[in-house]
């Protein structure tokens, strides 16, 4: 039986660490530290580890995805401008082929024309948006009844 706890990475792109100074009026004055640590209650609750990282590199972020393969269960990602461009980060999450939930703030469907396309959603499980803060929580409660089944 396996004895180890469920292990997902929370991976947050590019301006996710000006949260609660950067245009509040659309992405709320919580800043990264508080929703993460919010996301470390939820995962006592459900009884598995999270590991939270930024960055505001594309290829940093690459690497992060690439060294999941063996300890990773999940992959929950907020790829912020980079859902927009990044063909390198949607190479990344294929090749791991570990179950991923692209997350966002606000609903990019109902914002400029060039935030409705994802580079990454089409290898995800799917994609949570607009529930601001909540859109981690939801995706962080989905993934995990996901690798229950
Ligand atoms: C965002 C939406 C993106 O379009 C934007 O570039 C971000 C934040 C969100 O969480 O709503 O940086 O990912």
Redesign the pocket.
């Known amino acids: 039986m396996k004895n180890t706890l469920m292990n997902i990475l929370i991976l947050n792109?590019?301006?996710?660490d000006l949260l609660g100074n950067r245009e509040t009026d659309?992405?709320g004055d919580e800043n990264l530290e508080s929703i993460e640590n919010r996301l470390q209650l939820v995962a006592q609750e459900l009884n598995i580890s999270i590991n939270c990282k930024q960055s505001n590199h594309e290829g940093e972020i690459v690497d992060w995805i690439g060294q999941c393969k063996n300890n990773v269960d999940g992959i929950i990602i907020?790829?912020?401008?980079y859902?927009?461009t990044s063909v390198a980060i949607r190479d990344a999450v294929s090749a791991v082929n570990i179950p991923t939930i692209e997350?966002?703030?606000?609903n990019?469907h109902a914002?400029e024309e060039f935030?409705r396309h994802s580079f990454i959603v089409s290898v995800c499980v799917g994609q949570i948006?607009g529930f601001g803060v909540d859109?981690y929580e939801l995706a962080l409660r989905g993934l995990v009844l996901l690798l229950s089944k």
């Open positions: 792109g590019p301006n996710m659309i992405y907020n790829p912020a401008a859902t927009h997350v966002h703030l606000s990019v914002r935030r948006c859109s």
